[in-house]
């Protein structure tokens, strides 16, 4: 057994091993090399901090680590951990989180964090196991819009340079990859809904795979949500919604309130790594 920093990892070799890992995934994984090199791109991965596991030589396991400043702190954000099949159930998952934890607190990294499904209850007594406590709950969702409001809207497409990111509220709701840095590193749209000659909300789409990446009215109320759901439908009434923290009451009841299905619920779990001692 040895563990390596990806970024000694040929990228074609990192991605077959992933694929192998996730094969049994409840999503059907994409197999596009380029998807994966635009996502972690734009999420930030540093395969300097990310760390497999050779049995044999052959890549058997993975943790894919995107690192960035969010909120003022400089955080380890896993975006991916698997290991193949056929290695599973000898803790190998276990031994690379012990050296990576180790080694991201020598680099700097001052908390480190992840999204796990709360139905895999072996991964998460992993991370449970390395220190990980769970600190948000999130929803997901994919389906159809049914909503049946008719109030006079408009819709307004702008430039993402346009947005203005400082008064779009609950910013600090967002799992990672729904967050500023990480939407402008990617391909969306930018809308805003206007009623009454007001910008009452906004929402960010990707054509692409659908994900609504935000949706917010800039005062909350009901019928707000409606039209923005309104607007919503004018440019897809097929969409995924992904990691609505539980904390939102109106953002969750509107989403059942226009009959979206709730596809997965997830933990997000966290590990302040600058308060442990360092294990090297």
Avoid at 110 to 131: C, D, F, H, P, T
Avoid at 161 to 183: G, M, V
Avoid at 259 to 267: A, F, G, H, M, W
Wanted: net charge negative; with cysteine; proline share 2%.
């Amino acid at each position: 057994m040895k563990i390596i920093r990806l970024n000694k990892v040929p990228f074609e070799e990192l991605i077959d091993c992933f694929l192998k890992a996730f094969e049994e995934y409840h999503l059907k994984m994409p197999t596009n090399i380029d998807y994966y090199e635009q996502r972690w791109g734009a999420a930030k991965v540093d395969y300097s901090l990310s760390y497999g596991m050779r049995i044999n030589g052959q890549l058997v396991g993975f943790i894919i680590h995107a690192i960035d400043i969010r909120f003022g702190i400089k955080t380890a954000f896993n975006t991916g951990t698997g290991v193949i099949p056929e290695f599973r159930g000898q803790g190998i998952s276990k031994l690379i989180y012990e050296y990576a934890i180790s080694d991201l607190r020598n680099n700097g990294i001052e908390k480190s964090i992840l999204e796990v499904i709360q139905e895999n209850k072996k991964a998460i007594s992993i991370y449970q196991q390395s220190g990980f406590n769970i600190c948000k709950e999130y929803h997901c969702f994919s389906g159809y819009i049914s909503v049946d409001s008719k109030y006079e809207i408009s819709l307004k497409r702008i430039p993402k340079e346009a947005f203005n990111w400082n008064s779009a509220p609950n910013q600090e709701f967002h799992s990672w990859d729904f967050q500023k840095e990480t939407i402008t590193e990617r391909d969306y749209d930018y809308y805003q809904v206007i009623y009454n000659h007001q910008i009452e909300s906004y929402f960010i789409y990707n054509v692409e795979n659908k994900y609504v990446a935000q949706f917010e009215v800039y005062e909350n109320n009901k019928n707000a949500w409606l039209r923005l759901f309104q607007g919503i439908n004018l440019v897809s009434n097929n969409v995924k919604i992904i990691n609505v923290d539980d904390c939102l009451v109106n953002k969750l009841s509107i989403i059942k309130a226009v009959n979206i299905p709730e596809s997965v619920k997830q933990y997000e779990m966290e590990l302040n790594i600058s308060g442990i001692n360092s294990l090297a």
